[in-house]
């Protein structure tokens, strides 16, 4: 696999090949973008043959020189194209809802700015420049989360980025919201004026879903992993057989996310002699026996979508498309978000599956079995111990089940029947964002659980888990008697926020050729 970038400043180009693991570090803090020399010289080419075909045709040119969606047969005069493109961008930028997370803004800016350096969009470099100084300068448009069908791209969210280059709209700016206008002056930078084509360039494109499936995918990664560890926690506190880690068991049905889950469970168990005592048990649940093929679905999941992701923030996604060495301009739908909208529901529910099996496993060992007592608290009776801790995991849950229902297969016909047929890919992605959060959640309640069952038994586990529990019960200690436990719930989930994972620990096992 690929070695990670990380870096103050992202280059970016037709020459560059973006990851999800290059945006990681602008999900959390501001970066610099720079254009690639080749970038240039491709904005340039795309902007003189655009101009030129402007100059000389004779035929209405979709976007350029007419309406849009359903207005398409109504010629605009050359004198009318700037306003034509204003107008496209004001009309647009009527989303609604909550207000998206700056920082998925942030990835959106330099998506876009990466979509347009291929030079086949027919933007204008000052235009593309304006994208670059907004990522530089860290002003981050004010977008909400609702508007996009995901069809003719992100249309809503974009115009509101659009909105903000040419002075209007609002932005975030060192932590205040302010007037574009404003952040701006702030930075010694003009609004600009659009060319022809260039609001249509700015807002066809599928950069929010993008940005939700780059942000989806590095935490789905980090939980994938934290998964793997927690569940090996739970093990041990179950006193759970070794027998369904073992290689062989996988290599006669080698799904790539099978055997590296088994392999990377044996590697957290290495050393317990725990996992190797005689055990009464002949069996173990599922929720623990087949944790290599639960978790390893899920892995395998996850890296359907990257490389779905991988190929849309390196690809062309507005319309028309330019191409200047073939001398064409072609109106077709690279717009449509379909492929980003099947990955993002394939993605909840994949991740949706690793809080079901976790809560699972919390059910357990809150059950009195294997010599743990009754909800793993020393005095059950007077003590009602983690009891209410497992109705936590089971309300999300059961509330990700809702969420998984797919966008994707929904479509509503918009503009006058010109856009037939929709991905609805945003909705898609904000509620991925949502079972990701409720998952990381069910963790943290597994967590707990795993961390309060571990002393009853004295064998010892693991080096590698021992350190493990010991780093986690200096922020959540034993609970000998029942105490304010949302606190612990809470300390738990910010433990697993903060944990840092390397990023080829983070990334292993996801290579586009497993």
């Known amino acids: 696999m690929r070695k990670p970038i990380f870096m103050s400043i992202l280059n970016l180009g037709p020459n560059i090949a973006l990851h999800p693991q290059d945006l990681a570090p602008a ?6 973008v ?26 209405p040119i979709y976007g350029i020189n007419t309406g849009f969606g359903s207005l398409c047969n109504v010629e605009v005069g050359k004198s009318e194209l700037a306003q034509l493109q204003e107008n496209l961008v004001t009309s647009h930028a009527c989303g609604m809802g909550e207000e998206i997370e700056p920082e998925l803004v942030r990835i959106m800016l330099i998506l876009k ?3 347009l350096a291929y030079g086949h969009s027919g933007i204008r470099l000052e235009t593309i420049q304006q994208l670059v100084h907004f990522v530089n300068h860290d002003i981050l448009p004010v977008v909400y989360e609702s508007g996009s069908l995901g069809a003719s791209g992100d249309l809503a969210p974009l115009a509101h980025i659009s909105l903000a280059l040419m002075g209007k709209g609002d932005v975030w700016y060192k932590g205040k919201r302010i007037k574009a206008e404003i952040a701006l002056q702030k930075c010694g930078l003009s609004p600009i004026g659009l060319a022809a084509k260039e609001g249509l360039a700015l807002l066809n494109g599928t950069q929010f879903m993008s940005a939700y499936l780059t942000a989806g995918a590095v935490l ?12 090996a926690l739970s093990l041990e506190a179950f006193d759970g057989r070794p027998e369904p880690f073992t290689e062989a ?18 590697q957290m168990l290495e050393g317990s002699s725990r996992i190797s005592q005689p055990k009464k048990h002949v069996q173990d649940p599922y929720s623990f026996r087949c944790i290599p093929q639960v978790h390893g679905a899920s892995k395998d999941t996850l890296r359907f979508a990257l490389q779905t992701l991988i190929v849309e923030i390196n690809a062309v996604t507005d319309n028309p498309t330019l191409f200047p060495d073939e001398d064409m301009i072609i109106s077709a739908g690279n717009f449509h978000g379909q492929p980003l909208a099947l990955a993002l529901d394939y993605l909840s529910i994949a991740m949706a599956e690793i809080g079901n099996i976790s809560e699972r496993r919390t059910f ?9 007592p009754a909800f793993l608290t020393p005095s059950p009776g007077l003590n009602s111990g983690m009891m209410i801790a497992q109705y936590t995991a089971a309300s999300l849950v059961s509330k990700n089940k809702q969420l998984c229902t797919p966008a994707s297969v929904d479509s509503i016909v918009s503009s006058n029947g010109q856009e037939d047929h929709v991905s609805m890919g945003a909705n898609a992605a904000v509620k991925m964002l949502d079972v990701l959060d409720n998952v990381e959640a069910v963790l943290a309640v597994e967590l707990v659980n795993a961390a309060q069952a571990m002393p009853f038994s004295k064998v010892q586990t693991s080096p590698f888990l021992s350190d493990f529990y010991r780093e986690f019960s200096q922020h959540v200690p034993f609970m000998e008697k029942d105490g304010i436990l949302y606190e612990r719930l809470h300390t738990a989930q910010s433990f697993l926020r903060s944990m840092t994972i390397s990023p080829e620990l983070l990334w292993e096992g996801f290579s586009e050729n497993p």
């Open 113 to 115: 700015i990466q979509s």
């Open 34 to 59: 720079n254009l690639s020399n080749e970038a240039l010289e491709a904005v340039v080419k795309g902007r003189n043959f655009l101009e030129n075909a402007i100059e000389k045709s004779i035929y």
């Open 27 to 32: 999900l959390q803090k501001p970066v610099r």
């Open 249 to 266: 068991v996988h290599r006669v049905r080698p799904h790539a996310g099978q055997l590296f889950t088994a392999a990377r469970i044996r």
């Open 220 to 231: 789905a990664a980090r939980l994938l992993y934290q998964s793997d560890l927690i569940a």
């Open 364 to 372: 357990l060992l809150n059950s009195g079995q294997r010599n743990l």
